[in-house]
């Protein structure tokens, strides 16, 4: 599948770079993960590489502001293999009380207070990242990365509630909804924080700001989507990605695999001449925005070819 992947997609068409505290990071978020309980061993998120495609993400961000993120993306590995590998995501009244639990998390804002059981590991480190978060003291941030997080488990309640069914959802749906199974938003919200990317308030009120995170979205979970789907369906279908869901409407598995990645160039497209527009009428105060938005679709192309995860 990777190199179907690597064939026909349309590599973007951006510089790409690796932090030079790559390693480092990596070892410490391993650290992380162990010591509050997340993983038992680091096999598993080793081969995630979560500090690698951080590091692909924000290749001159300050090394706490790094460490953050790739602390952040093996949170978000941790939960996904959860769902998807260990049995918590195949039953909406077995997720439930843990996304409850998470949302209490959520609600305090990084704020102290004691963590339920229920939420056990996952909620001691959403914990911690919320506390990280809130010490940068950027509110409009703080608020942004709780909201995103919200979105991405509730989320993950449609993807249990379709699981429990059988259910494939329609394609349209899908999409709208993988933009927040796929973590992208709280991601971006903390790479734009590692590279001071937020433009000004106003700047950000402009209507196409919200399209242009809408076809980074798409991009990144996509170009996941035709890269996983190998291992995906090698382990057992499931309705929860790109290939999958056009399958279902065609009934022809070469075609969709075809009409994923079709989709992808064309939105690389889009997102190309979305992007060109903001430039024209906001000028270079929105390039370090742009510069972390070009990033994600970059490093999520050469993460997504190097993966052990995927393979």
């Not at 064309?266 to 938005?293: C, F, I, K, Q, W």
Request: net charge negative.
């Amino acid at each position: 599948m990777r190199s179907f992947a690597l064939s026909a997609l349309r590599e973007p068409p951006f510089t790409g770079a690796q932090h030079d505290d790559t390693d480092m990071v990596a070892r410490e978020s391993e650290y992380w993960a162990q010591d509050l309980g997340l993983i038992s061993n680091g096999q598993r998120l080793r081969r995630a590489d979560a500090a690698g495609l951080a590091g692909r993400a924000c290749p001159q961000a300050p090394r706490d502001r790094l460490r953050l993120l790739s602390d952040l993306i093996s949170w978000l590995f941790v939960m996904d293999d959860a769902c998807d590998e260990d049995g918590l995501g195949d039953d909406p009244t077995r997720l439930a009380p843990t996304v409850a639990a998470l949302l209490d998390v959520l609600d305090r804002n990084g704020g102290p207070a004691p963590v339920s059981a229920i939420a056990g590991p996952l909620g001691l480190a959403l914990a911690d990242l919320c506390g990280r978060v809130r010490a940068h003291r950027r509110p409009a941030v703080l608020l942004r990365f709780t909201a995103a997080m919200r979105e991405y488990l509730l989320a993950l309640l449609w993807e249990a509630a379709n699981r429990e069914h059988d259910r494939v959802p329609p394609v349209d749906e899908y999409v709208q909804m993988r933009r927040h199974t796929g973590g992208v938003y709280p991601s971006l919200t903390l790479t734009d924080l590692a590279l001071g990317g937020f433009p000004p308030a106003d700047r950000r009120a402009d209507p196409r700001w919200a399209a242009l995170d809408l076809l980074a979205a798409n991009l990144v979970c996509w170009c996941n989507d035709v890269f996983s789907y190998g291992k995906e369906h090698r382990v057992g279908p499931d309705a929860h990605n790109l290939v999958t869901v056009l399958a279902q409407e065609t009934g022809d598995e070469a075609a969709a695999l075809r009409s994923a990645a079709a989709r992808f160039n064309h939105e690389l497209g889009s997102y190309l001449t979305a992007e060109s527009d903001l430039l024209a009428n906001h000028g270079d105060v929105v390039r370090p925005a742009l510069a972390a938005r070009r990033n994600w679709i970059r490093a999520t192309y050469d993460w997504s070819r190097a993966a052990e995860r995927y393979a």
